[in-house]
């Protein structure tokens, strides 16, 4: 069977593609800062059409398995759309897969599309007549029914059997897409709707919640996004009475609200609360970001400070549960934790020296994270921005399953294992299960987010991005914790490291923007921002564009 060469070109002329703009397939997929419609469309419409005509080849070429396309997900402000590609068992599209990506994004006329698509075919040796299916959602920007159109465009161009998944978070169309490759199969993952998600994690929460004295309410910034609707949905099915929360910041038909002054990256990166959130002592806070699913939690102390409970935090926590249910129902298997160079010292230190637990350092990104964390039999991955979650491997799954106890706290122990194997997404990281697993942590350990804190203290730290000329001129080695090129860069950064008490800082290229992110961690918080600083400066005023900040501070 060859390309109905005549159904793509009609197809791809109503989506015209700009011809001053270059399109990179990245961790987080097709990314543009945009206005609302019709500017959306006008910079993202074709690489949205062409995205859909990816699916379909991404699908044929796996014998008809679902693919997951998801618009226009981001923990950004509302006017960053994109998509991104979902493989059959919910992980990120393979790496081998992107560079496809972005050569049909950037074929410049529709003879070029032809062209490439031609090239895709044959590269990848991908039989056209197989079937293909694809599940596609979105979530609340303005631009997202606009951007889907062009999808849908795509996928028609191809034929191919169309799930519409709707208003989903982004952790859910990870879900949905396991679960339609799997359903009818030994390794189900659950039922295929939304529903099935709720049900899933309800009943898993249900049982670990089970004789357990309840805690107060947990307030949820919900970011103003998709997490709001879906929260609220999921609490219906659990009931308040099991899982009381408090959703604000979930107002999703204001203009201009997406991640404004409030979500999990402003949170994680302001240091504070949610803008107009009063936090009451002691009790517990958590934010989403707009996409749901990243989740950082927080409290205030007697004296109003502000108290982060970050990534870090949480995989210190869930390791340390998963750890003492491992023992308690007498399994032999290993526990793992994998960071990012962005980890704090402190969290990497409480891990390996208190807990025992062997920590992998891994670039940033979340494929990185997911494909370490699979050489463990459980591994923990938890980025300190709050995206994260638990894998289990496929024979831990089996002993879990079919271990015998031999007294009654084994049991126990056990079934608590079972259900939070339900509980956790493992597809990846997702705001609403992992705020049900820290919830069931401190539900059995009747513990205060300050006994939580209590397990270390975080290095002071500092994160700055600086805009520069050329962030491809930067390569990185060692997890990202070395600058490799420019070179002598990263002797600059040593020499203004090597006399800070407890100091550390490492530069790398972001993956979206122009700039490259300076981190610092010391003794002090004087000391850690004065760090942050002086290397900011070091990397603006070599490789630096825009102007110099004034008074010392990026």
């Given amino acids: 069977m060859s390309l109905n060469e005549n159904a793509v070109r009609t197809a791809s002329q109503a989506h015209p593609r700009p011809a001053d703009i270059t399109y990179t397939y990245g961790t987080a997929g097709f990314r543009a800062e945009s206005a609302p419609p019709p500017l959306?469309?006008?910079v993202l419409d074709s690489v949205m059409f062409r995205v859909g005509l990816l699916a379909a080849l991404r699908s044929k070429k796996l014998g008809g398995k679902t693919i997951?396309?998801?618009?226009?997900?981001?923990?950004?402000p509302e006017k960053d759309n994109g998509v991104k590609l979902v493989d059959p068992m919910g992980e990120m599209l393979h790496s081998s897969w992107e560079a496809y990506a972005t050569l049909l994004a950037n074929a410049?006329?529709?003879?070029?599309?032809?062209?490439?698509?031609?090239?895709?075919?044959?590269?990848?040796?991908?039989?056209?007549?197989?079937?293909?299916?694809v599940v596609y959602g979105y979530d609340t920007r303005p631009s997202c029914r606009t951007l889907v159109r062009a999808v849908v465009d795509g996928l028609s161009a191809f034929d191919v059997e169309q799930v519409n998944a709707g208003l989903v978070t982004t952790p859910q169309l990870h879900y949905l897409t396991r679960c339609l490759n799997t359903e009818g199969t030994p390794d189900a993952y659950g039922e295929p709707?939304?529903?099935?998600?709720?049900?899933?994690?309800?009943?898993?929460?249900?049982?670990?919640?089970?004789?357990?004295?309840?805690?107060?309410?947990?307030?949820?910034?919900?970011?103003?996004?998709?997490?709001?609707?879906?929260?609220k949905e999921f609490v219906k099915v659990i009931g308040q009475d099991i899982l009381p929360v408090i959703p604000v910041r979930d107002h999703i038909n204001l203009a201009g609200q997406l991640n404004l002054n409030c979500g999990a990256d402003y949170v994680k990166t302001q240091q504070r609360a949610p803008k107009n959130v009063d936090l009451v002592p002691w009790q517990r806070y958590c934010s989403f970001d707009g996409d749901a699913d990243r989740i950082v939690f927080y409290y205030a102390d007697?004296?109003?400070?502000?108290?982060?409970?970050?990534?870090?935090?949480?995989?210190?926590?869930?390791?340390?549960?998963?750890?003492?249910?491992?023992?308690?129902?007498?399994?032999?298997?290993?526990?793992?934790?994998?960071?990012?160079?962005?980890?704090?010292?402190?969290?990497?230190?409480?891990?390996?020296?208190?807990?025992?637990?062997?920590?992998?350092?891994?670039?940033?990104?979340?494929?990185?994270?997911?494909?370490?964390?699979?050489?463990?039999?459980?591994?923990?991955?938890?980025?300190?921005?709050?995206?994260?979650?638990?894998?289990?491997?496929?024979?831990?799954?089996?002993?879990?399953r079919t271990h015998t106890p031999s007294t009654p706290s084994q049991a126990a122990a056990l079934d608590n294992l079972r259900a939070l194997v339900e509980l956790i997404n493992q597809t990846v990281g997702d705001a609403l299960s992992d705020m049900l697993l820290v919830e069931t942590v401190l539900l059995h350990r009747q513990w205060t987010p300050a006994q939580w804190d209590a397990a270390?203290?975080?290095?002071?730290?500092?994160?700055?991005?600086?805009?520069?000329?050329?962030?491809?001129?930067?390569?990185?080695?060692?997890?990202?914790?070395?600058v490799e090129?420019?070179?002598?860069?990263?002797?600059?950064?040593?020499?203004?490291?090597?006399?800070?008490?407890?100091?550390?800082?490492?530069?790398?290229?972001?993956?979206?923007?122009?700039?490259?992110?300076?981190?610092?961690?010391?003794?002090?918080?004087?000391?850690?921002?004065?760090?942050?600083?002086?290397?900011?400066?070091?990397?603006?005023?070599?490789?630096?564009?825009?102007?110099?900040?004034?008074?010392?501070?990026?």
Avoid: W
């Fill in 68 to 76: 997951g396309v998801m618009v226009t997900a981001s923990h950004n």
């Fill in 108 to 133: 410049l006329s529709d003879d070029a599309l032809i062209a490439r698509l031609k090239e895709v075919v044959q590269t990848a040796e991908i039989d056209l007549s197989k079937p293909a299916k």
């Fill in 40 to 42: 959306a469309q006008q």
């Fill in 193 to 231: 709707t939304i529903e099935g998600y709720y049900k899933k994690l309800a009943n898993a929460y249900t049982t670990l919640a089970k004789g357990r004295h309840l805690l107060p309410a947990l307030t949820v910034d919900c970011a103003n996004g998709v997490g709001a609707p879906k929260l």
């Fill in 302 to 400: 007697g004296e109003g400070t502000f108290h982060l409970l970050d990534g870090d935090k949480i995989a210190g926590l869930a390791a340390g549960f998963i750890m003492d249910l491992v023992k308690d129902a007498g399994l032999g298997v290993k526990v793992g934790v994998v960071q990012t160079a962005y980890a704090n010292g402190a969290s990497t230190k409480y891990l390996t020296e208190v807990l025992g637990v062997p920590v992998t350092c891994v670039p940033t990104g979340v494929k990185h994270l997911h494909h370490a964390a699979e050489s463990y039999d459980i591994g923990a991955y938890f980025e300190a921005n709050g995206h994260g979650t638990v894998l289990f491997s496929p024979s831990t799954l089996t002993a879990i």
């Fill in 456 to 482: 270390y203290s975080d290095f002071p730290n500092r994160l700055v991005k600086v805009l520069v000329q050329d962030r491809h001129a930067f390569t990185t080695t060692d997890a990202e914790r070395k």
């Fill in 485 to 554: 090129k420019p070179e002598g860069l990263q002797a600059k950064i040593d020499e203004a490291v090597k006399d800070v008490v407890g100091g550390r800082s490492f530069v790398r290229p972001s993956g979206t923007e122009d700039c490259v992110r300076v981190y610092a961690e010391a003794a002090t918080r004087e000391t850690a921002d004065e760090l942050a600083n002086k290397v900011a400066y070091i990397v603006f005023d070599s490789y630096g564009k825009g102007q110099r900040p004034v008074n010392g501070f990026f």
